[in-house]
């Protein structure tokens, strides 16, 4: 994740955790809030804006730096592969990961699943051991993992999915109005597709900024929504036969 991501992403929580929103940052820049919106978007903060709006919450940019820097040391980036296969080897344990990595409360599983509640709280017993969260008073869950928290290139969890879920998930026509399935062919050198694999993992950031701004809507108005991203070599085995 590039510094400018981070250090925007360091700035909403200290709004977050300064009580501050969007229309309190455009009463202090002169701004409509639809304008801070977008610079929030587009990462597109002047230093002369930025320390605007750090000096709102009385803070200094190198405090806002320090803040983001500390948050990345104390934050889980990935599991060990042994981790995963714990949570991977357990659906239930795997269902709860997934809905607090999605910033679920223990309220809205138990409305939205027939789990028993006890048994959720055993698994986020676990989670809070893995430290993948931090376990509250009358079981508040904070989620500790790093915004670039991502599932080990084809360990456990990634495999699952691929093995239980890719037919699944491909069964679709991807006509709904929330639905889109792309396919592209074309031939491509390497660096241009080492460009292309960076303009993907860019997608995957903004997919996770939105995920985190929106985990301050309502619950009903998010929708459990997933993206596969995917580029290899490859040729379909259709035209094989004409090989020479």
């Known amino acids: 994740m590039s510094q400018t991501v981070q250090l925007v992403s360091a700035l909403k929580l200290a709004l977050k955790a300064h009580g501050k929103t969007y229309a ?30 750090c000096q709102m919450m009385g803070m200094e940019i190198s405090d806002l730096v320090q803040q983001m820097t500390d948050s990345h040391k104390s934050k889980l980036s990935e599991l060990t592969v042994e981790q995963e296969k714990e949570i991977a080897g357990d659906i239930e344990l795997l269902l709860i990961t997934v809905c607090v990595l999605n910033r679920w409360t223990l309220d809205q599983m138990l409305g939205y699943f027939q789990l028993p509640e006890t048994k959720c709280i055993q698994h986020l017993a676990k989670l809070d051991r893995l430290k993948l969260i931090e376990l509250l008073p009358r079981n508040r869950i904070k989620l500790l993992v790093s915004p670039n928290f ?86 379909y085995g259709l035209f094989e036969p004409f090989r020479r």
């Open 24 to 53: 309190d940052v455009a009463l202090q820049l002169d701004l409509s809030e639809a304008s801070v919106k977008r610079l929030f978007s587009d990462k597109n903060f002047s230093l002369h804006r930025l320390e605007q709006v």
């Open 150 to 235: 991502k599932w080990r290139d084809n360990g456990p969890i990634q495999r699952f999915f691929q093995e239980k879920l890719e037919a699944e998930f491909f069964s679709s026509r991807f006509d709904k109005q929330n639905e889109r399935l792309l396919v592209i062919n074309g031939m491509l050198a390497d660096s241009s597709n080492a460009v292309f694999q960076r303009k993907m993992e860019q997608l995957v950031k903004e997919f996770e900024e939105l995920n985190t701004d929106d985990a301050q809507l309502s619950f009903d108005e998010r929708k459990g929504t997933t993206v596969v991203l995917a580029v290899r070599q490859w040729q």
